[in-house]
């Protein structure tokens, strides 16, 4: 991959995770559950952190700017988009909707990283843990919640 396409992969990374963070906030406003409402909240907040610790750690990778825009739907990678206009959503959905979001997030990172090599693989690899990761805590709040 040329250092173009991965400045490329790395800003539709970067957009995904402030899509997902647009997402979350939608949910968020479209429930009265207050309990649905903080988590999202919470991992509407959570995807900007993301998007910046991507954006900071690509300097390592790509002293290049990055193009300014996408190449390709990012907004679908971390987000399910049949969820984005449901009214009212429970916690118990919002867990749901949180988990399959990461997973397909984890997915995405890991497609990435399989066409690289070296520390942009990595990094990408990493990518893929870190949703990975989010997917298994969301697994254990909603374990501790019996659902």
């Known amino acids: 991959m040329s250092t ?3 400045a ?15 997402f979350y906030r939608l949910l ?3 429930t009265v559950d207050a309990e649905a409402r903080a988590f999202l909240e919470e991992m509407s907040q959570a995807e900007l952190e993301h998007a910046e610790a ?17 190449d390709s739907k990012v907004e679908v ?8 206009y449901v009214d009212d959503i429970s916690f118990d959905e ?20 399989d066409n690289l090599s070296g520390e ?4 990408f690899r990493e990518l893929s843990r870190t949703e990975q990761q989010h997917a298994r805590l969301i697994d254990e709040r909603r374990s501790l919640l019996g659902s």
């Open 4 to 6: 173009t396409q991965a």
């Open 8 to 22: 490329q992969a790395i800003r539709n990374a970067i957009e995904a995770e402030l899509a997902a963070s647009r």
């Open 28 to 30: 968020a406003a479209s």
């Open 54 to 70: 991507i954006d900071k750690h690509r300097l390592k990778l790509v002293q290049d700017p990055l193009p300014s825009t996408v």
């Open 77 to 84: 990678i971390e987000t399910v988009p049949n969820w984005k």
């Open 94 to 113: 919002a867990l749901e909707v949180a988990k399959t979001a990461e997973i397909q997030a984890c997915m995405y990172y890991d497609a990435i990283a």
């Open 120 to 123: 942009l693989q990595q990094f």
